[in-house]
């Protein structure tokens, strides 16, 4: 069975670029023979670009970024690269060549693993640990690979992808959402690894868990405790505590109540 790596992964840069100026684009159709990108991120003209923490090797965002993903499985090579260079033609045309300007492209190439013969046979210069560049014909191809990034909670969204059960872990810990759920993008990713024979520690009912934990504070104190019973809401508050804001008479009328039970 093979599993659709590429559209998970982009599903996450979705989320991960919704507050950041950003729109994402997936699997893009850019010519009459059905050849598809894996991720388009546009610049939104109408919103401030945020790129303040952002994960490595995005920090040099332009206005159109083409992207390519290889999952563990698959090979990062020279023919990958020279297809990412395909579709930055392809884009062009597409769009007009007088609407978008080369300067205003960016390429990246993701891979989960360390491309060794792309980065030893191709002047790659590296940016920071885990990032590199590389130069191809007229183009320079930013090259992100995820085994090889620090884990820093800026880099959780990538960390899903390193198909490294302690590392997705901490990405699922660690990540912050924008949707409003992300359990139905965490599931995937759960089953996934799951059909790839890597059993990850961290479970759906622990994210839900940890989900819940993490955005109670946002929640008004009416809906905090909806469906808790009285006993519930007040249990380890100390009796002053509980009898705080009540007026004298309220108590003593309650008082008598419990006399004439007794």
Same mark, same amino acid.
């Given at each position: 069975?093979?599993?659709?790596?590429h559209?998970?992964?982009g599903?996450?840069?979705m989320?991960?670029?919704?507050d950041?100026g950003f729109s994402v684009?997936?699997?893009?159709?850019l010519?009459?023979?059905r050849?598809?990108?894996?991720v388009v991120i #546009?610049?939104?003209?109408?919103q401030r670009?945020d790129l303040s923490?952002?994960c490595?090797?995005?920090?040099?965002l332009?206005?159109?970024? #083409?992207?390519?993903?290889?999952?563990?499985g698959?090979s990062?090579?020279?023919?990958?690269?020279?297809?990412?260079i395909g579709?930055?033609v392809n884009?062009?045309?597409?769009?007009?060549?007088s609407?978008v300007?080369?300067?205003?492209i960016?390429l990246?190439?993701?891979?989960?693993?360390?491309?060794?013969?792309?980065l030893?046979g191709?002047s790659?210069?590296e940016v920071t640990?885990?990032?590199?560049?590389?130069?191809?014909l007229s183009r320079?191809?930013?090259?992100?690979?995820?085994s090889?990034?620090p884990?820093?909670?800026r880099n959780a969204?990538?960390?899903?992808?390193?198909?490294?059960?302690g590392?997705v872990t901490f990405?699922?810990q660690?990540y912050?959402?924008h949707i409003?759920d992300g359990?139905?993008v965490i599931?995937?990713? #759960?089953?996934?690894?799951?059909l790839?024979?890597?059993?990850?520690?961290?479970?759906?009912?622990?994210?839900r868990k940890?989900?819940?934990?993490?955005?109670l504070?946002?929640l008004?104190?009416?809906?905090?405790?909806r469906?808790?019973?009285a006993e519930?809401?007040?249990?380890?508050?100390?009796a002053?505590?509980?009898?705080r804001?009540?007026k004298i008479?309220?108590?003593e009328?309650y008082?008598k109540?419990?006399?004439?039970?007794?």
């Amino acid at each position: 069975m093979k599993i659709n790596w590429h559209r998970l992964f982009g599903l996450l840069l979705m989320d991960y670029f919704s507050d950041r100026g950003f729109s994402v684009e997936l699997e893009k159709d850019l010519s009459l023979k059905r050849q598809y990108l894996d991720v388009v991120i #546009l610049e939104h003209r109408d919103q401030r670009v945020d790129l303040s923490g952002i994960c490595d090797g995005f920090d040099n965002l332009s206005r159109h970024n #083409l992207l390519t993903y290889k999952s563990k499985g698959q090979s990062l090579n020279l023919w990958a690269i020279e297809e990412l260079i395909g579709h930055y033609v392809n884009y062009r045309k597409v769009l007009g060549r007088s609407k978008v300007r080369g300067e205003d492209i960016r390429l990246y190439a993701v891979s989960t693993r360390y491309p060794a013969g792309l980065l030893s046979g191709a002047s790659a210069r590296e940016v920071t640990s885990g990032v590199y560049e590389i130069q191809v014909l007229s183009r320079e191809v930013r090259v992100i690979v995820i085994s090889r990034l620090p884990l820093q909670q800026r880099n959780a969204v990538l960390a899903f992808f390193s198909f490294d059960p302690g590392k997705v872990t901490f990405a699922l810990q660690n990540y912050t959402w924008h949707i409003e759920d992300g359990s139905t993008v965490i599931n995937q990713l #759960l089953e996934k690894y799951s059909l790839e024979g890597i059993d990850m520690p961290y479970t759906m009912e622990q994210f839900r868990k940890d989900y819940i934990k993490a955005h109670l504070t946002e929640l008004d104190p009416e809906d905090r405790l909806r469906g808790l019973k009285a006993e519930e809401r007040l249990r380890g508050l100390e009796a002053e505590e509980r009898l705080r804001g009540l007026k004298i008479e309220e108590v003593e009328s309650y008082l008598k109540k419990l006399k004439k039970r007794n």
